[in-house]
């Protein structure tokens, strides 16, 4: 299947695919074996600069690449593939956040601390046979990436009247569906059985989609983004970037008045964090991702901008909805 899949796009030409060594040894054979030619593999060790430079030296003269495994392969090869102007095919095997089908790649060594644009994968395969087999920790972090569209929203809302900025019902309301797809049917998702891992893998697929649509991260990406983004910088090893973001959304919910306690119950159906502690964050971290999160990005009119939080507020925001 993968072999259709790329033929064509490639044009007779190499195939590169960047992939994590785990991921390597586990789909090499696979993959050889569904190509025609012999592929050029980048071992992708980090999500960062100079992974994307490896990338595009390894990829002279070839037809498209390929970004298997988790988040890093992914950002990493279609970043790449961004700036060679080439097919880029994402081949996830985990379902922790939506950069599997969205336009945009996250990348540490940047000059910013959140995504940049890059393009659209050409083609996904998602195998739910290997993405089910994934850590279950994956895909409760590809729940919070959800969930956290239903503030992103809002905070989209908010900035159209405020500022004037371009709002897109249709893109947000694709974004919701994703994120609904979560709090209406938690204890369902929770149980990750195929059907459950399906449907998670589609909801992410879709919110990729919807930025996509909105041409901004809009859709998938407000006020819990930029407080996972601070978070990220102040401790840049503790929490998934779905846990981080689920965690922001019902402090974010809060503040936009809309039901905080559904999103929680969801997260905690499906097994994600709730609680700071449980991803080895302290509470004057978060707390200080609360007051700095907008600073990260000011262009970006969201909830946080509008109600500035002192130190008070949001330690008081934070404590009663039990982050901390
Ligand atoms: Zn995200």
């Given at each position: 299947m993968l072999g259709d899949f790329l033929e064509d796009s490639a044009g007779g030409k190499k195939v590169v695919v960047a992939s994590g060594a785990n991921v390597t040894s586990k789909v090499r054979g696979a993959v050889e074996s569904a190509l025609p030619k012999k592929p050029v593999w980048v071992e992708v060790a980090a999500a960062d600069i100079e992974n994307v430079d490896r990338v595009i030296a390894a990829a002279s003269g070839s037809g498209c690449i390929v970004g298997v495994g988790g988040g890093k392969s992914v950002d990493v090869g279609k970043l790449a593939a961004f700036k060679l102007r080439l097919p880029f095919f994402s081949v996830p095997?985990?379902?922790?956040?939506?950069?599997?089908?969205?336009p945009f790649a996250s990348l540490k060594g940047?000059?910013?601390?959140y995504s940049v644009m890059a393009k659209p994968p050409v083609g996904i395969l998602a195998d739910i046979e290997i993405i089910a087999s994934a850590p279950r920790r994956l895909l409760a972090s590809g729940c919070g990436d959800l969930v956290s569209k239903l503030t992103a929203v809002k905070d989209w809302e908010l900035a159209h009247r405020v500022t004037g900025e371009y709002y897109g019902s249709y893109s947000a309301s694709l974004a919701l569906m994703s994120a609904n797809a979560v709090l209406d049917r938690s204890r369902a998702l929770g149980t990750f059985g195929r059907g459950s891992v399906r449907e998670i893998v589609e909801a992410l697929i879709s919110t990729g989609v919807a930025a996509g649509i909105a041409g901004s991260s809009r859709p998938c990406s407000g006020s819990e983004h930029l407080f996972s983004h601070y978070l990220d910088l102040l401790s840049?090893?503790?929490?998934?970037h779905g846990e981080k973001c689920g965690m922001g959304t019902i402090m974010m919910a809060k503040l936009h008045g809309i039901d905080w306690r559904k999103v929680r119950t969801a997260l905690k159906n499906v097994g994600a964090?709730?609680?700071?502690s449980q991803i080895g964050v302290g509470d004057s971290m978060v707390i200080e991702s609360l007051m700095k999160a907008s600073s990260i990005r000011p262009d970006r009119y969201t909830i946080l901008s509008r109600r500035k939080l002192t130190r008070k507020s949001a330690a008081l925001l934070a404590k009663s909805t039990g982050v901390i």
């Open positions: 095997t985990s379902a922790s956040h939506d950069g599997i089908s969205s940047l000059d910013r601390p840049p090893e503790a929490g998934l964090p709730v609680e700071a």
